[in-house]
């Protein structure tokens, strides 16, 4: 179980300097970007792909593979987000969990089910509001999960957010969805933007480090199945960024961060 960060100037700068530690930097699929990153450290790609939105071009597959290759990528991701507008009754259960499956199924056939990991999106989504309750549904995500064979990508914070919204414990949402199938975590603190949207990619508080300790103690005790890696989202370049990219917070969390998840490997790994 590795550790790995979002790539950021402020990380970059914090590594050369030997004030911190990661395994993967991880990244979007931007050449630029990922060339920066490898001057510090190993990368990975995390993919901006939807899953129940209908299915993708050969030729976008061609090039998810072809990054993959380059950066050794372990798994290719996708997010589990579909929309209204894709389907005639988004309220219909069976439909959107067919419509959800097509798409893991088409990255199965072509890159293998055990390669493919699907993640948990937030409710309610802000910035895309076009997507229905049942894209967060935890009988929705486990079935399309578990019906392909594909893993689960499990973000903490989008759990967390969506939780929230139905008023229950982060826990009992978390629970709920397919974690003999965790693949891989993500990880960061949560707070409000500038309008008063509640969002993630911001500095851990105590509750969010209390999340991820209770995420690493189900890992470490093999009630969950161990991830590859457990990556934080804090950081990042441009303007949605600017404001939650801190030097300062870098160079804090992550050692702890690595300090946690280096305690926390499975009992039976050690």
Request: with cysteine; charged share 25%; net charge negative.
């Amino acid at each position: 179980m590795l550790f790995s960060l979002n790539y950021s100037p402020e990380m970059a700068e914090l590594i050369r300097a030997g004030l911190i530690e990661v395994d993967r930097i991880k990244c979007p699929e931007w050449p630029d970007m990922i060339a920066d990153a490898r001057q510090v450290g190993p990368v990975y790609v995390h993919f901006r792909l939807m899953a129940g939105q209908g299915l993708l071009p050969e030729s976008l597959l061609d090039t998810v593979a072809a990054f993959r290759d380059d950066t050794q990528t372990p798994f290719v991701n996708t997010h589990i987000a579909p929309r209204f507008q894709d389907y005639t009754d988004p309220s219909d259960r069976q439909v959107v969990i067919d419509g959800i499956k097509a798409s893991l199924t088409q990255l199965a056939d072509r890159f293998g089910h055990q390669n493919v990991i699907a993640e948990n999106i937030p409710y309610p989504e802000h910035r895309n509001p076009d997507k229905p309750f049942l894209s967060v549904d935890t009988e929705v995500i486990s079935r399309a999960i578990t019906e392909t064979g594909v893993g689960l990508l499990l973000d903490l914070g989008h759990a967390r957010r969506t939780a929230e919204h139905l008023a229950i414990d982060p826990r009992l949402y978390i629970s709920a969805l397919p974690v003999d199938r965790l693949r891989e975590v993500h990880i960061t603190g949560l707070g409000y933007n500038q309008n008063g949207d509640r969002v993630d990619h911001l500095p851990m508080r105590e509750d969010d480090w209390e999340l991820l300790q209770w995420a690493l103690d189900n890992i470490r005790t093999g009630r969950w199945s161990e991830p590859w890696s457990v990556s934080c989202e804090y950081g990042g370049i441009g303007e949605q960024f600017r404001w939650r990219s801190s030097k300062d917070v870098i160079a804090v969390e992550a050692p702890r961060m690595m300090q946690m998840i280096r305690e926390s490997q499975p009992l039976l790994a050690r």
